[in-house]
């Protein structure tokens, strides 16, 4: 069972960066995808990226395309959402997943993904 612990969310005015981390135990091979997924308040949670762990691939959501940026570090196991010039729309609670694979866009589907870090709140102030 892979266990995941976001960390990196606060406050921010619009126009501002802020950087989330994702530290994750459990894992067992380099066959996994890792990602953010957000949920604001009164909306359904919605994809934002995903990365493959083995070779980097990435792929985002359109809303935060040039703005994100996904990565990882194999050595710590962890995963980053760099996320600058921020909005108001962004802000929701963020989460950190994973689900088995190898390909970053095979699908942004919530329910292809296993297991869910706790969530980390991400507030942008206009």
Do not use: H
């Amino acid at each position: 069972q892979v266990q995941l612990v976001e960390s990196g969310g606060g406050l921010v005015q619009a126009g501002g960066s802020l950087r989330l981390s994702c530290a994750a135990s459990g894992l067992t091979s380099s066959r996994y995808v890792m990602g953010w997924f957000r949920q604001a308040p009164g909306k359904e949670r919605e994809f934002v990226a995903t990365i493959t762990w083995s070779s980097g691939s990435t792929y985002y959501a359109d809303s935060v395309k040039d703005r994100f940026t996904i990565s990882r570090d194999n050595a710590k196991n962890t995963v980053s959402l760099q996320m600058n010039s921020l909005k108001p729309e962004d802000t929701a609670v963020y989460y950190c997943t994973v689900r088995r694979g190898t390909a970053a866009g095979a699908t942004r589907s919530e329910a292809s993904f296993a297991s869910w870090g706790q969530g980390t709140q991400v507030t942008v102030s206009s």
